[in-house]
Each structure stands twice: as C-alpha cells, then as structure tokens.
C-alpha cells in the first residue's frame, strides 16, 4: 500500500536550487512506485501561489486532498542568520495543510533555518523526517533547548552529504542516514567525447578558473566550459587569445548541466561547490579535476587536466571510475532509501487501542502520581491521604514515592476497607534518563540504574511502565534517542502534569503521545494534600494491570489545575515543620 508523503522544502520553486533539484527527484521518484506525494514550498511565480490557494480552498469547502505543488507563500531569503519567522498568514497555512490534509509522512528539507521547514517540523501531527543538505545552514534555532525541542519531534535524521551529516549531527545529536542525491541516470549518461573541460565558476575561486583557463595555452584545440549555477554570479576574466575557446554558459536547469557536461574529459569544481554537480559530472562520466591540496596550489588543476587530456587511456579509466560512483547516487537508491525510511519511523506509531466495551462497570477519577511522606521531600501520611482522595470523590490513586516502595505497601495495608482502589508504585530516578514509574509492581527498585534496567526491572514484576514529565526541561528527563529507542516498552505516558510550571512541557508531551498514539496518563504529582485530584483520568473502574490498561485507551484526561506558587508555598511550609521537629527531638 503507498505511502502519502508531504514534502517541504524551504528555497522557492520558482528558482533554479540544489535542494529542490533533489526534492523534485525524490518525489517522482516516489510517485512512480506508487506513493502520493505532496510539495510544500514557497514561490515567486503568481500562478503558483494563485494554485496553492485555490488548493487550499478545496481541501477546505470540499476536503478535496492536496496534490502536486503547493506554493503557500512569497519565497523569502533563507538564512541562518536571519531572525524574522514567517507571517502568521503563513504559518496558519502550513498548519491547515498539516491538519486538514492526512500524510503518512512529513519530509522536512534544511529544517535549520528560520522558514517554513522550520515551521513545518513544529506544526506537523503526524511522523517526521528531516534531510540536511549544507553545513552552513545550521544556525537555527539558536537556543539548546529549542534544538532539543526540535529534535523530540523528528522521526529519522538524513542528510545529503558526508559534510552536512558530520555538521549535522553535532548541532542536533541523533543517527543519521545518509541519502544519495538523487540524480536521473538516463539524463545524465555518458556522450560521445568532446575536446573539452567544464569548470564551475565562482567568483572566489578566481584563481583556479585562471589557472584552468591558462592550461589552454597548452592543449591546442580544446576548450573550457564555465558554468555559472547562479543568478548574478558574475564571470571570469578571458584573454583575448582564447576568447573563442572559454565558453561561459548559463547552467541552472538540469537539462543545461546535462548538455554542457555531455562528452566533456573533465570537471573542475569549486572550491565550495554544488554537490549535486560534481555528481551529475560523474554520472555523465566526466572525471573530476579536484586534485588534493588544488585549493593552495591551483597549478595542480592544470596539471591534471593535461593528463587527461594527453593520455586517452587514463582518461577513459577515470570515466569509468566516475560513472560507477554515480551509481550510488542515483535516484532509484533514492528511492529504496526514502522507502526504507519511512516504513521503519511508520513502525513506531502504535495501531489504534482496544476499546473497553459497554459494560456495567461505573468510571471512576484517578490520580497516577502521588507521593506521601515515604518520598523524601513530601510529608503527607499515608492515611491523610487515602482519606484525602475518598472525600474529594476520588475512586483510584497510584502511590508512587521517590525511590522507595513502602508508602505503597502501607496503602495496600489500610485500603482494606475502604472503596478506593489503591496501585502499588515507585517512581525511580535513573542514572541521569530522568525518571520512570513502575505500576503494579511488588517490590522496591533499586535507583541509578540505566533506562534499560529500570524498565526490565518492572517487566520482571510484572508491573507497568509509566513515563512521567517526559519534557519538563527544567528537570532531568529522558533524551530523544532514548524516548525513541523505548517507545514500544512504555505503557502509559503522561500527557498532564498538573505540578509543571510551564503548560507548553505538558502540551509537548501531549502531541507525542497522539503522534504515536501512546496510551495517555495523568496525575497531580502532589506533594501537599490540596494537590490531590488536580491532575487525573476519568476511567472505567478496573481490576488488575491488563484492565487498567484497557481502561485507560478509552479515559479522559481531567484537569483541575491549583495556583503552583500556592502548591509549592505550602510544600515548603511542611518540610520547614519538619525540619524543625527533627531538630528539637534531637
């Protein structure tokens, strides 16, 4: 079954780029194994944005899908060190196609700058891929916290180049892919041989396009090429003698690259050149002309053009040599890569729940995350809060302590008699993961352990695994690789906290929960009894872990949110009485 992909590229479609010579490989390549794909991007021509918002306006009125180009707003100057965001007009668009329309996947390209990719990443509600293409488009968003943000909401990692993947995967840490480029094999194949080099032009590479332009004096015959793959790039200074032998040609299309590089001896990239170009030459066989240390020693340049040119034995070896690398770049490995991809991220998305059928059982309010004077930093006693919970209507409570288990235990001991359904809990500190929960277990769990062991802990108990806070950042918490790595261990994940001081952590938690459509979880995390029942769940009573897992694919997340500083005042106000207990019994 194919795959429904959104592709999004920051660089205007109307304009010749390296990245949407890609992006337009990528998706037919796609859409000829069958995927329906979509191209988010920006644009200069009229008709294109007049398209895009005719589109817009069917997937709106009619729920018509997307199809083909989207354009969605003017293109802007992309740039690292820009820091004015895209208008809130536009930002709202991009958000509307993420939401009304349903893709599978949302292929971000160069999402390190300030555009829509950017924007696109944060707004997507489905599973994420980001490419990088360049290091020098890394800049954004400045922060750590920002970055990390982004990277909690993307899915696999790939970039285009060994270069872009290394400077990558500094700023944002994660597993990388590297993808081929993607160049049509069919459009760049090799031609009959012409006396002729092809040199990339850039103005700050003067000094090796004179250099290659002045070994003409010595090849009789032959002529050079410049490509210019840019608007306004200017041109090189040419002699008068060898006016009719420096050919300066305009190469932004790629049907202009295939026919200027068809049949020609050799390539001489510059010195930060287009990768994709220097591919396409090889594809064409066209060897290229990029000797070690040329970048000091331009004269380098002209010596191996010479021997290309004078030894047709070598020169027809490093063809072949140069043809043979591009077979890894083509666009069927890009195709197969893409595909590989987007079927392994698929995986992590859970099928939709098991719902708990009618019955005559009631539901109930539960809190998840509760602490009493067992934990180090609350006081409340265990029994002050059981009583607590049953006056405020509460039908179920997880007693999770820091690090200890015998708060649980007495719980278990005087709910005897009571209708309040009490489930034993630890929350456990892991060696610098930040924390997790184990449900319904027995026994205490040591803590310091790895994510790893913790959970097998829990497993081994039979218990439940419960993700708390996974992005309050102002706590010790989980990375992305480990949240990835653990997705299909976690049980229950908590999308409220209602002790957060920052509603945005709660808000992220959320998103990823219904991103991979986790089972959600909620609790107040109170360390005073009038926190009690500020977060909770509202569920169908339950007996045991495989019904309480039941029952909360179908509960309803409560809040009932209290004034922190209140919260927090009073939690400080205890431990200030109990200090001063201990001191005077001593």
């Known amino acids: ?40 991007a920006p644009s200069t021509r009229a008709r294109d944005l007049a398209n895009g918002r005719r589109a817009l306006r069917r997937l709106l ?39 009304a329309d349903r893709f599978d996947v949302v292929h971000v390209h160069d999402p390190g700058v300030p555009s829509l990719a950017n924007v696109a990443v944060r707004k997507a509600r489905g599973l994420t891929v ?6 020098e488009r890394l800049g954004y968003p400045p922060g750590k916290a920002q970055r990390q943000k982004l990277l909690a909401r993307l899915d696999a990692l790939t970039a285009t180049t060994e270069a872009a993947l290394e400077a990558a995967r500094e700023r944002f840490p994660g597993d990388y892919t590297r993808l081929p480029l993607g160049i049509d094999l069919m459009q760049f194949r090799p031609a009959e041989e012409r006396r002729r080099f092809v040199l990339e032009w850039r103005s700050e590479d003067a000094a090796r396009a004179a250099t290659a332009i002045r070994a003409l004096r010595e090849l009789p015959e032959w002529e050079l090429v410049v490509l210019r793959t840019r608007p306004l790039g200017g041109r090189p200074y040419v002699p008068i003698a060898l006016a009719g032998r420096v050919l300066v040609r305009r190469a932004f299309e790629s049907g202009e690259r295939a026919a200027e590089l068809a049949g020609a001896a050799g390539f001489v990239p510059a010195t930060r ?34 021997r290309l040119a004078e030894d047709d034995d070598w020169r027809r070896s490093r063809s072949q040599a140069a043809r043979a690398r591009a077979e890894a770049e083509s666009t069927a490995r890009l195709g197969d890569e893409l595909e590989t991809i987007y079927r392994t991220v698929a995986t992590r998305r859970r099928p939709p729940a098991r719902l708990l059928g009618p019955g005559g059982r009631d539901t109930i309010l539960c809190d998840l995350h509760l602490h009493t004077e067992h934990s180090y930093d609350c006081s409340i006693p265990v029994a002050d809060l059981l009583d607590h919970a049953e006056a405020a209507g509460l039908g179920a409570v997880a007693i999770t302590d820091h690090n200890a288990f015998t708060g649980a235990q007495e719980a278990l001991r005087l709910s005897g008699a009571r209708q309040l359904t009490v489930i034993p809990g630890e929350e456990v500190k892991t060696a610098g993961q930040g924390e997790v ?12 352990m790895s994510m790893d062991e913790t959970i097998a802990a829990i497993r081994e108990q039979g218990g439940l695994v419960y993700l708390p806070h996974p992005f309050d950042r102002m706590h010790t918490i989980p990375d992305v690789r480990t949240l990835h790595r653990h997705l299909p261990e976690i049980d229950v994940f908590e999308v409220y906290n209602a002790r957060l001081l920052r509603d945005a952590f709660n808000d992220e938690a959320l998103r990823f929960a219904r991103k991979y459509n986790l089972t959600m979880g909620a609790g107040s995390d109170a360390h005073v009894l009038q926190g009690v029942g500020t977060g909770l769940v509202r569920m169908r009573r339950f007996e045991g872990p495989e019904e309480f897992l039941l029952s909360l694919q179908s509960a309803e997340v409560v809040r009932r949110p209290k004034s922190l500083v209140y919260l927090q005042g009073l939690k400080w106000v205890a431990q200030a009485r109990e200090r001063r207990a201990k001191a005077a019994v001593r």
């Open 130 to 135: 980001a490419t990088f293409h360049s290091a």
């Open 273 to 306: 050149g287009v990768d994709r170009l220097r591919a396409e030459a090889e594809a064409t066989g066209v060897p290229v002309v990029d000797p070690p240390a040329a970048a000091e020693q331009p004269a380098l340049v002209a010596a191996a053009m010479a």
């Open 61 to 99: 009125r009619e729920g018509r899908p997307l199809e083909g180009l989207v354009a969605l707003s003017p293109a802007v100057r992309v740039s690292r060190r820009s820091r004015i965001g895209l208008p809130v007009g536009v930002q709202a668009a991009l958000e509307l196609v993420l939401s």
């Open 437 to 448: 929960i184990g449900l319904f277990v027995d026994e205490e769990i040591a803590p310091g």
């Open 1 to 40: 079954m194919g795959l429904r992909v959104c592709i999004v590229t920051p660089f205007a479609w109307s304009a010749p780029h390296s990245v949407n010579d890609h992006v337009s490989a990528s998706a037919a390549e796609l859409e000829r194994r069958g995927h329906e794909v979509v191209v988010v």
